[in-house]
């Protein structure tokens, strides 16, 4: 292999080795609280995990150094690369605890949570050591926050390699500095989750659970919430819980996952009134006022519930965690595909695909570039109709303010196809094995725009090929294609050079 082209993996594998090091020193949160709670073999299963993460980690890291600065585009493979390595390892506690049919399905479930789906293959849920359940949540809350934010907020301090990793993780910078950047969105994160864990705590402890008990679901439903990932501590999702409060508090704390982390610095820094002029947050009240109300006319049409406080209480929740990407439901999966009717299942399908803002939590195609595209066609439309010597400008506020550049609508046109070629993907899949065209579209949405809402396609059951497919989904959808296809122009580089 040349010379450089070795140089290239030295550098990617170091940093992917680093990412390793700082995920399996995160097994140790769950492992600590098995050993409390007595959990002899969940304790086990994460620390053979976390010393094989470790192990690989330093082999990579201390074993290759890196030479010279990287590449963007070295950067975005790194990223890649380090979400399937991070599947791969975080995964082994799953496998070897024995909620799941095999390794694939284990791997689903790692990838589901780092890309905060909430999609799951689990057996048993219910009678799941609270240390390995744990995991499945913290998973989901490092990948909501970034993996390798972690990684450069605590371990790159001063390094010029954290801005390529940064910003190839989707991410946009909030403080001129990325470290200080990355680190605002755990501060901000680890603020909300004691106050997110302490509401819900007290409102389960009130609706009549044990202290310990409650308090566990309460920061296991935050960490799903607001990282709009959708794992749950029970089978039956949110529905377990029967609590109106539970509802409107995991609602509240998905609207502050969906919600660009710039947009909640000026926020914090006293400037509320970034919320009613950024072209995100209006796009985003437009396009869940619009699908709310095709949600609640699919209902009354298909006569689902009983009555319209029924339907309102039902569907906006179940609207909600969609377009979030969040995934919770308070309904039956295979209930919602057989008695909501298509105009609701295709609303729902609508705000999958959309998506919540930029730098948040939230996957899909993003407010900002639906916004966008709705800007560039009124611009298109006034300069129809002005005289030809006319110069039509459009104008959005986003922090600050920008005039629409044909570059932006050309990026936001592509980003938009990409994810509709995601969302095609899984449908064809699906169609091929049997499931419906309502089914499949809805199942490859909700997994390309990492939501995890379901109509019951997804199970331990279902092809093996179709768990790949959404495992692909969910890992493009999360990094939102260009790192994925940075990898694999990577890789066919590689073939070629040897």
């Not at 849920?125 to 450069?152: C, E, K, P, S, T």
């Not at 200080?180 to 755990?186: A, L, M, N, P």
């Not at 960490?223 to 749950?232: N, S, V």
């Not at 914090?268 to 072209?279: F, S, V, Y």
């Amino acid at each position: 292999m040349a010379g450089p082209y070795r140089e290239d993996l030295e550098n990617i594998f170091h940093y992917v080795g680093l990412v390793l090091l700082a995920l399996g020193l995160c097994m140790a949160v769950p492992m600590a609280v098995s050993l409390v709670a007595g959990e002899w073999c969940s304790a086990l299963d994460l620390f053979i995990s976390l010393c094989a993460t470790v192990g690989a980690g330093n082999l990579l890291f201390f074993g290759l150094r890196p030479k010279g600065r990287i590449t963007w585009n070295q950067g975005l493979v790194i990223v890649a690369l380090s979400w399937l390595a991070a599947m791969l390892f975080s995964a082994l506690p799953l496998y070897l605890n024995g909620h799941y049919a095999s390794y694939l399905d284990a791997c689903f479930e790692s990838m589901s949570g780092l890309a905060t789906t909430g999609l799951t293959l689990v057996h048993d849920l219910d009678h799941m050591a609270y240390g390995m359940n744990l995991w499945r949540h913290l998973i989901m809350f490092l990948g909501g926050q970034g993996i390798v934010v972690l990684v450069v907020s605590y371990f790159m301090a001063g390094s010029g390699v954290a801005a390529q990793l940064y910003v190839g993780e989707g991410r946009e910078s909030i403080l001129p500095n990325v470290v200080e950047s990355s680190r605002f969105i755990w501060r901000v994160s680890l603020a909300y989750l004691a106050a997110g864990t302490l509401s819900l705590g007290i409102c389960l402890i009130l609706e009549g659970m044990a202290p310990v008990r409650s308090f566990f679901h309460a920061a296991c439903l935050f960490m799903a919430g607001f990282d709009t990932g959708g794992f749950t501590p029970q089978a039956q999702s949110v529905f377990y819980y029967h609590s109106l409060p539970v509802e409107l508090i995991t609602m509240a704390f998905m609207v502050l996952g969906m919600l660009n982390f710039s947009l909640q610095y000026e926020v914090w820094r006293g400037k509320a009134g970034e919320l009613w002029r950024n072209i995100e947050t209006r796009t985003l009240t437009l396009t869940l006022l619009l699908t709310l109300g095709l949600v609640l006319a699919g209902l009354t049409l298909a006569g689902t519930f009983s009555g319209f406080a029924s339907d309102l209480r039902r569907g906006a929740y179940q609207l909600v965690s969609g377009h979030s990407g969040t995934g919770f439901m308070t309904v039956y999966g295979p209930q919602m595909g057989a008695r909501w009717g298509d105009l609701a299942l295709f609303a729902l399908i609508a705000a999958m695909g959309l998506g919540g803002c930029s730098c948040s939590t939230s996957g899909a195609v993003k407010a900002i570039r639906v916004g966008m595209i709705a800007k560039d066609v009124k611009r298109r439309v006034r300069k129809t109709l002005s005289p030809s010597s006319a110069v039509v400008l459009e104008r959005f506020h986003h922090i600050r303010d920008y005039t629409l550049t044909e570059e932006m609508v050309s990026t936001a046109f592509l980003v938009t196809l990409l994810y509709l070629g995601l969302y095609l993907l899984g449908t064809v899949v699906g169609l091929f094995y049997g499931y419906g065209l309502t089914a499949s579209a809805f199942e490859s949405v909700s997994a390309a725009g990492n939501v995890g809402l379901t109509t019951g396609v997804t199970s331990w059951t279902m092809p093996t090929l179709l768990k790949v497919t959404y495992i692909f989904e969910m890992w493009a959808g999360r990094l939102e294609v260009l790192a994925v296809l940075s990898m694999f122009v990577f890789l066919l580089g590689l073939g070629r050079r040897r």
